[in-house]
């Protein structure tokens, strides 16, 4: 008899009240193969009752004010062999069978789902991006904010697909601040980690703070990590973010440096 694998969809969350039923719905209609484990890090809203009436284990516990340190705790508290992790502003659009496929595959990899973007910018937009966020159960995440797991296993794309609407302007709004502040005391550890500042960039541009944007490009751009899965979208947004700022003679010596010699 073929073996199964234990799937969780895990996920941490505050004040989620709005979202976190549609996630819930979306990862397990009418199915209970699924373990759903949420982490409530301190709301003061009905998240975790909305999320155990969906069919959730929920756990409570204080916000530790790092990202992984917090999923990382929930994923602690599964026994799951696959683990998904996703977010309250997250939901699945479509993928059941791959989801399922899940139960009969070896964790032996990490799995990238393509997200679909929501955003505004005048008028509702998508962009699409793939995301590492299906994990053997042993695997845990590295990194204050903008956490990531860095496996010595091979990366696979799954036929799996999720929308994210926490770029339009209300959750970007009530997010402000919160990321930088806490990126500013990972760098005060670890000054020289490329991945940071390149997020650090991030978070300033999705606030227009073009400068500060720069300022971080251009710091883990000179930290290198050109072989690494982030290294492309850091090129685009810095090009971007020189072009707004009007310094266009930078812009293409950037370019011109990533060219293959």
């Known amino acids: 008899m073929a073996q199964t694998w234990r799937i969780a969809l895990v996920l941490i969350a505050r004040n989620e009240a709005p979202r976190i039923r549609r996630l819930l719905a979306a990862w397990r209609p009418g199915s209970t193969r ?30 530790p004010n790092d990202f992984s340190l917090a999923r990382n705790l929930a994923l602690d508290l599964t026994c799951a062999d696959w683990h998904v992790v996703l977010d ?6 479509d993928g059941g069978a791959a989801i399922a496929a899940l139960r009969h ?43 990531q797991v860095v496996p010595e296993l091979p990366l696979r794309c799954l036929s799996i697909r999720i929308g994210h609407d926490g770029y339009l302007p209300q959750c970007v709004q009530a997010r402000r ?33 073009r400068a500060a944007a ?34 266009h003679a930078d812009a293409m010596d950037f370019a011109d440096g990533q060219k293959a010699p």
């Open 88 to 93: 309250a502003d997250e939901w699945v659009i």
């Open 34 to 63: 699924y373990q759903m484990l949420a982490l409530d890090t301190g709301s003061v809203d009905d998240t975790a009752a909305l999320a155990q009436a969906a069919g959730a284990q929920v756990h409570h516990g204080p916000w």
């Open 177 to 209: 601040g919160r990321t930088s502040a806490l990126l500013a005391q990972e760098l005060a550890q670890r000054p020289t980690d490329a991945y940071a500042w390149y997020q650090l960039g991030k978070s300033c541009d999705v606030y227009n703070e």
């Open 105 to 147: 595959t070896s964790p032996d990899f990490v799995g990238a789902l393509q997200f679909q973007n929501q955003y505004h910018d005048g008028k509702l937009r998508h962009a699409n991006a793939w995301m590492s966020c299906v994990f053997p159960g042993a695997l845990r995440y590295q990194g204050r904010v903008h956490q």
């Open 214 to 247: 720069e300022a971080a490009f251009e710091r883990a751009a000179a930290l290198g990590g050109a072989r690494q899965p982030w290294w492309n979208d850091l090129v685009v947004r810095r090009l971007f973010t020189l072009k707004c700022l009007k310094r």
